[in-house]
């Protein structure tokens, strides 16, 4: 069969964000949007002729459209193999392990994670190198480059192919082979936790619930949790795809997990709650009468790992994104090993990881990792914490506290601003950046004295690349911090996030409420970047 090169024309507006390209349904079935991007990545690679490529999403409204045109455009450019996961199912960290375990040159991962799906609502693009993980900007700005200016692309003249049947298919000169989606990455968390442990736990009577949101985590869930380690039926919730997500919005945070989260605050509710987002990356921790903040969790995760068989010798260092707090700073100084600060987005992980730099990677956007595959991975910290839960023998709550008498408490609280006007948006933060000069030395509420002020560039220690702009960052002598950016993977408006920390010694008060604890902070971020007064919002959309 023979490959038929179609001409197009570009569409203006394929720039990836902080993961992927992610737009609304109606923008991705205009007429080869999805052809233009897919060609525009593929012209901006080299070497895959033979080479195989993985497929896979979360399951979500256009994900089966899509990923038989990707099949098509990818057989036509003259990869030698595509490795899909049935159903076109794959959830992102599950993705970057076939990647890694199969030796593929790169994967597509169709996802818009935790952004809602369905007929109206968002889809997206991301490609990934063959270590697994995100690609670099490098390539992302390349794609972008090339969508701008692509005149045509290649594809084929076949049917689609059933993507349920497990197998090898054939289309033109390139084999499809459908994979069972939860096999290799069920076997990856066995080797890293001790699930004897993890069983006996429930054996004895611990009780857990987990949220899989109707995305993609479902049928992971069911066969580690339910399955391999003996949770009752019923420990996991809302375990099946679905296109819509059931209408729901998957992000696991406190707004969309807050039956859970109001359940687990019961006393006869179960001990342990989590929850991941709609690609699987993303995890949620809520013990017993605890809420664990992502950033908090990081630390936790952190400190405690080395109880996981596959992480006994200890770790090579820790990496957090900027807005994430400080809380795994302090764990690293304690272990003596290396801390690095990186911009948002898990991309920028991969180069500390694959250097051996580091082992472990947080996000306070509930995304926490290891080097065990390139992305976050919700349900390896949700394997994570109960592997830690059964050898310590203690609850959540009661580990947490421990934590802060040891290391002091962070404060931490994101305040999102949604949807709002760009043009505002984009002034608002121009603006706060032309202040920072003047900050340094600057007192606030009496004792709040301004250490550093400005706008975060981060040097890649391995390939020395650069990355400017990634978001303002307001530093106070007592180790308080404001955190101001815009959002890279919203597909309306603009999306302000604002990010406030505040230290509290390990001797401090470790009971306050979160938002009364940041209130100062809260203020004078309103004072100097005036989010509410200039967006006309009296509130955050949505507060984490
Ligand atoms: C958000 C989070 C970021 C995360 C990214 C992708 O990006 O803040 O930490 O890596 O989503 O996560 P932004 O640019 O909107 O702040 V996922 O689970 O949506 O792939
Ligand atoms: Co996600």
């Known amino acids: 069969m023979t490959a038929k090169t179609i001409e197009t024309t570009p569409y203006s507006d394929q720039k990836p964000g902080t993961s992927g390209l992610r737009k609304r349904v109606p923008v991705f079935s205009q007429p080869n949007y999805v052809e233009n991007f897919i060609q525009s990545i593929f012209d901006s690679l080299e070497g895959f002729g033979g080479q195989t490529l993985v497929i896979g999403g979360d399951g979500r409204f256009y994900n089966d459209v899509a990923i038989q045109k990707a099949i098509r455009i990818a057989a036509a450019n003259g990869f030698g193999k595509v490795l899909v996961g049935q159903g076109g199912i794959l959830s992102t960290p599950a993705a970057s392990n076939i990647i890694r375990h199969y030796k593929a040159f790169g994967g597509l991962v169709l996802s818009a994670s935790h952004n809602p799906g369905g007929p109206d609502g968002d889809f997206g693009i991301k490609y990934n190198v063959s270590n697994g993980g995100p690609a670099p900007e490098r390539i992302t700005d390349a794609v972008y480059a090339r969508t701008q200016v692509i005149d045509s692309y290649k594809t084929l003249d076949t049917p689609d192919i059933d993507l349920n049947l497990i ?43 987990f949220d899989a949101m109707h995305a993609v985590t479902g049928p992971y869930a069911h066969a580690i949790l339910e399955g391999m380690l003996g949770a009752p039926k019923g420990t996991v919730i809302n375990g099946t795809p679905s296109p819509t997500f059931n209408n729901g919005h998957p992000d696991p945070n406190l707004v969309y997990c807050k039956e859970m989260h109001d359940l687990l605050m019961t006393p006869d509710g179960p001990d342990f709650g989590a929850a991941s987002d709609g690609d699987g990356d993303r995890n949620l921790i809520i013990g017993k009468n605890r809420f664990v903040t992502p950033s908090d969790s990081l630390a936790l995760l ?243």
């Not at 994979?179 to 990856?188: E, R």
């Open 167 to 209: 197998g090898t298919q054939q289309v033109g000169g390139m084999v499809v082979e459908v994979i069972d989606p939860v096999a290799d990455y069920a076997a990856l968390m066995q080797s890293l936790f001790d699930f004897d442990a993890i069983r006996a736990l429930f054996v004895s009577g611990f009780r857990m619930t």
């Open 302 to 544: 952190a400190a405690n790992v080395h109880l996981a068989p596959g992480y006994k010798d200890g770790i090579a260092g820790i990496a957090r994104s900027m807005p994430t707090s400080a809380a795994a700073d302090r764990v690293a100084e304690k272990l003596g090993i290396e801390m690095h600060e990186t911009p948002t987005g898990w991309k920028f992980f991969g180069n500390l990881l694959d250097a051996g730099r580091v082992t472990i990677c947080g996000e306070e956007s509930a995304g926490t990792g290891s080097s065990h595959v390139r992305e976050k991975d919700g349900l390896w910290a949700v394997l994570l914490w109960l592997n830690i839960l059964a050898v310590r023998k203690q609850g959540v709550d009661e580990i947490v506290r421990e934590h802060w008498k040891i290391y002091g408490r962070n404060y931490y609280t994101r305040h999102d601003y949604e949807e709002v006007d760009a043009a505002i948006a984009g002034q608002l933060v121009d603006d706060l950046r032309a202040q920072l000069p003047g900050l340094p030395g600057k007192t606030f509420e009496d004792d709040l004295q301004v250490a550093f002020a400005d706008d975060f560039t981060y040097h890649d220690p391995i390939d020395g690349s650069t990355s400017a702009k990634q978001g303002i960052r307001i530093g106070f002598t007592d180790g308080s911090r404001i955190v101001l950016r815009l959002s890279g993977t919203g597909t309306v408006g603009a999306t302000l996030r604002l990010y406030l920390e505040r230290y509290e010694a390990a001797d401090g008060r470790h009971d306050l409420d979160t938002q009364l604890a940041l209130e100062p902070l809260i203020g004078i971020a309103e004072a100097l970047a005036g989010v509410k007064s200039r967006t006309g919002r009296d509130a955050p959309s949505v507060i984490t």
